[in-house]
């Protein structure tokens, strides 16, 4: 299975961005979908995830701004970002957690770099 993260660039704050993933491979069944960031300096942190019965959660920081969708029919899992803050600037990834070939795997997009100056 491999994710591919895109979407990311330079915003000025007050801005948006919407961040895709797209999973190709081997058939995957899901669990469970998230997106980290790690910003200069810092460890990675958790974004924002979806839960197994559909639920959502998301890190204080950004509740009210960023939004996690998947669309399953597009392999495709999105991070909607709005009313960025420069505090927001970091890499990106995207994780998915789930069963292949009847064991469970992690996987990780490659990240993609948000950069919130003016």
């Known amino acids: 299975v491999q994710l591919q993260a895109s979407g990311g660039g330079l915003v000025q704050p007050g801005g948006s961005l919407r961040l895709s993933c797209t999973a190709s491979?081997?058939?995957?069944?899901?669990?469970?979908m998230a997106w980290y960031r790690q910003a200069p300096g810092k460890q990675r942190e958790l974004v924002a995830l979806i839960l197994p019965d559909g639920g959502t959660n998301y890190t204080d920081s950004v509740k009210g701004r960023f939004t996690i969708s998947g669309d399953n029919a597009k392999n495709t899992m999105y991070l909607r970002m709005s009313s960025l803050k420069s505090e927001d600037t970091a890499v990106y990834y995207c994780?998915?957690?789930?069963?292949?070939?009847?064991?469970?795997?992690?996987?990780w997009g490659q990240g993609t770099l948000v950069t919130v100056s003016s």
């Open positions: 994780y998915q957690g789930g069963v292949v070939g009847g064991k469970w795997g992690n996987f």
């Open positions: 491979g081997s058939a995957f069944s899901v669990v469970t």
